[in-house]
């Protein structure tokens, strides 16, 4: 395993691995044990220039290679994923602190996205549309939008660097990757070591390690990129989306939630305590699709609240390396202070805490909160870590109330002895996604996955990447002579 971090541990730039040539390195730790893994020297702005120049001059000759040939690059990655998948899975667990268990769910993800870019490769179809203009024929083709920018988060890196990047290459375009700083390996230069193994032509992805306070807006201001994909929180979102649309780019913005999952008085309680408490605590409740929040009927609050805590103090925090770890550390220490001070404040607003997890170091241990008044500041929040908050309702109004009072709408789960009372209770709220008599973290590859409001900006997945990475042209074609008035 220590081989992928001391080989990958560089730029990947026109088909080259070097190093870069910026001030300072960035410092790649095991977020468990502070374990140094890699030391890499950031890019500067001149080397982000130079990956994209060489992403241009690939596109054009990449594009016009026949699709079939292109998909089997991508058939070729996922051999190679699944013949190293062990290794993969360690190299995931060392730089995320993910658990065995995140680590395969990762994985497997990951090979399902890239069996689905395998087939993205050949779905552009073109056109031919009827005209009113006699002797005139309307093609309309889809076509490459040419160059797209990817930056990853830190929570998913490799699947979620693979799900724009294998399919923007499939569809004919080039990519330049800036993974985040914590996860440089996983989410930037592993995928384009597997890439690269599996025949893809240099130049066509580069990947830059950097981080804006030495390069500012540059990944996304160049003039190469027509196309931004970006997931992270809100807040860069928010920036990312202005600096796109000063300069005429698609922003296709993944961004955060404060997803929740409702419980009616007719639910499976056992069910939905195990669908909540996998929503809430899965990878330390670092997903973007988490249930933050889990609101229950106050019919069956007691029930529910016993054994949601009951199951709750079961969850063993530590290792990530033990297969019996749920609770693995979270990515820094940042993130570590920053929800144990949020738990802290909603205290000393008044919230009961039902468990109290202690924090030692980048481990954070579970949390439950109730009895939260209804203006604390942690309830309009994404908690990116192991924090449950659970709120009573009284009928399914105030329900639909309280899951739409915050300023996301990405998933969300209700849970119903009913199948249709749960459809129309999803119907009535403002998100991208929302499930019935499930959990609240769901990706598909053939599905449009996106939230509204501050949860991002387009969509992604089957279709809906069809549309992020291509643009639509219209050719006509006269075959008679048309008639011009002067």
């Known amino acids: 395993m220590s081989s992928y971090f001391t080989d990958l541990a560089q730029q990947y730039i026109d088909g080259e691995w070097r190093p870069g ?114 002797g005139k024929e309307n093609r309309l083709y889809r076509v490459p939008v040419g160059v797209v920018g990817v930056i990853s988060p830190f929570n ?92 005429f780019k698609r922003a296709i913005l993944e961004l955060g939630g404060n997803s929740a999952l409702v419980v009616l008085d007719d639910a499976d309680i056992d069910y939905a305590v195990d669908a909540a408490v996998f929503s809430r605590f899965v990878h330390q409740g670092q997903v973007c699709m988490a249930a933050n929040r889990v609101l229950v009927d106050r019919s069956i609050e007691a029930e529910f609240t016993e054994k949601f805590v009951a199951k709750v103090k079961t969850l063993k925090v530590g290792d990530p390396r033990d297969p019996q770890t749920i609770i693995g550390p979270v990515i820094n220490s940042s993130q570590a202070d920053a929800i144990t001070g949020a738990v802290d404040q909603a205290i000393a607003d008044g919230a009961t805490a039902l468990v109290h997890g202690s924090t030692s170091d980048n481990l954070v241990e579970p949390s439950v909160l109730t009895s939260l008044p209804a203006d604390a500041s942690i309830l309009q929040q994404e908690i990116f870590g192991p924090v449950a908050l659970l709120i009573p309702f009284d009928g399914e109004e105030e329900a639909v109330r309280l899951v739409n009072d915050t300023p996301y709408g990405l998933s969300g789960a209700v849970h119903t002895g009913d199948v249709e009372r749960g459809v129309s209770f999803a119907k009535q709220i403002d998100s991208g996604m929302f499930h019935v008599n499930d959990g609240t973290v769901h990706d598909e590859p053939l599905v449009a996955f996106g939230g509204e409001k501050a949860s991002g900006i387009g969509r992604l997945n089957g279709e809906a990447t069809v549309e992020a990475f291509t643009t639509q042209k219209w050719i006509s074609v006269q075959h008679e002579r048309s008639f011009f008035p002067f």
């Open 21 to 134: 040539t910026g001030s300072w390195d960035i410092i790649d730790f095991n977020p468990y044990d502070g374990e140094k893994l890699a030391s890499i020297t950031i890019a500067t702005v001149d080397e982000v220039d130079q990956a994209y120049r060489s992403a241009a001059r690939a596109q054009k000759k990449w594009a016009a290679t026949n699709a079939y040939a292109r998909r089997a690059v991508f058939e070729k990655a996922l051999r190679i994923i699944e013949d190293r998948e062990q290794e993969l899975a360690e190299v995931i667990i060392a730089e995320l602190g993910g658990t065995h268990l995140k680590a395969g769910f990762e994985l497997h993800l990951a090979k399902e996205f890239l069996r689905e870019a395998i087939h993205v490769a050949l779905r552009p179809e073109g056109r031919i549309i009827p005209s009113p203009v006699d």
């Open 156 to 247: 998913f890196p490799f699947l979620l660097s693979l799900k724009s990047v294998a399919p923007a290459l499939a569809l004919g375009n080039a990519v330049v990757l800036k993974p985040h700083q914590n996860t440089p390996i996983c989410g930037g230069t592993l995928v384009a070591k597997i890439l690269e193994e599996a025949g893809l032509p240099g130049g066509l992805l580069n990947v830059v390690i950097t981080d804006i306070a030495e390069i500012g807006d540059a990944f996304i201001e160049h003039p190469v990129p027509k196309v931004i994909s970006f997931t992270g929180s809100d807040q860069v979102g928010r920036h990312v989306a202005t600096v796109c649309a000063s300069q």
